[in-house]
């Protein structure tokens, strides 16, 4: 039996995809959710769905029970993640989970992005825990570079995306492309990654594609759009301050900054290939990410 939390999300949802597309019963995947209304249309394709809340930790034990594998998503509640996770690590050790399966973000060990801190808390306790693990760490979304924020319509209209990322690269991949690495290390249909330690305790896999940069991603939308549009680099406070002129709230505003900034420190860059060994194809272009953004506008 696979769990996949958050399975409703939409790293989730394509999870669970590509996990029956490679072939997994239905009846072998669990949906562990917050809401169980939201998979009904999972429980209709055969998915086994679980109520599992990771404030709520008597939830979780009964969500996890028969697991062979359970992949941990987190939720997007910034200051609440390792918490969350530590309950859902406590309640694998109870239901005597075999493996966990965790998503993070590539380079967690060295990152200075302020969204890492938690990733870096939750590898530790899990590597505590005792579990076997598979740290999944992935790349930056290249949907979120290309427009899905709702950013992109505005550039276009003045010519100028903005950012705090100099000329650092991203490796960029898809939640598509993520989402079939996950199912690949999952199923065992993948042959990348680096044991961790000296021994069959963990696998640690660094997921990313081709790099590109910030004005890569300006000068590809204007290529294909036809309007000129350039990338300017700001002081990450003044981004900061631009994000929050536009009506993002402060608090996300400063972290979209220090998302950005992190591409200037190197923390979005790997030079592995696990996802491309994983998946049996490179990650999918950022030519071909932009496109999908300009059709949606």
């Not at 996770?85 to 050790?93: C, E, T, W």
Request: hydrophobic letters at 45%.
């Amino acid at each position: 039996m696979i769990t996949v939390t958050a399975a409703t999300g939409r790293l989730g949802r394509l999870v669970v995809a590509e996990l029956l597309q490679r072939g997994v019963p239905a009846d072998q995947i669990t949906a562990a959710v917050r809401s169980p209304q939201k998979a009904a249309d999972l429980a209709e394709l055969g998915v086994q769905v679980r109520h599992a809340d990771y404030t709520e930790p008597h939830t979780l034990a009964p969500a996890f029970a028969e697991a062979d594998q359970l992949l941990l998503i987190p939720s997007a509640e910034y200051g609440r993640r390792f918490p969350q996770m530590k309950n859902a690590v406590d309640a694998a050790r109870a239901a005597h989970v075999p493996l966990i399966a965790y998503t993070g973000f590539v380079n967690t060990p060295t990152s200075t992005l302020r969204l890492a801190d938690e990733h870096k808390q939750a590898e530790a306790y899990i590597r505590q825990s005792g579990i076997p693990f598979v740290f999944l760490r992935n790349g930056g979304y290249t949907e979120l570079y290309a427009g899905e924020l709702g950013d992109l319509a505005p550039a276009l209209d003045s010519g100028v995306m903005y950012g705090c990322g100099a000329d650092g690269k991203v490796s960029g991949a898809t939640r598509a492309d993520l989402a079939a690495a996950a199912a690949a290390a999952l199923t065992g249909q993948g042959h990348a990654g680096r044991a961790y330690g000296s021994g069959s305790d963990g696998r640690v896999y660094e997921l990313g594609g081709a790099p590109f940069t910030l004005s890569d991603v300006a000068a590809e939308i204007s290529r294909q759009s036809g309007k000129p549009l350039v990338y300017q680099d700001l002081p990450v406070d003044q981004y900061a301050r631009a994000l929050a002129a536009q009506g993002v709230p402060q608090a996300f505003a400063d972290l979209l900054a220090d998302t950005s900034l992190a591409v200037a420190h190197g923390d979005w860059f790997t030079s592995s290939t696990d996802l491309e060994q994983l998946i049996g194809r490179p990650a999918t272009a950022l030519a071909d990410v932009v496109a999908a953004q300009l059709r949606a506008l």
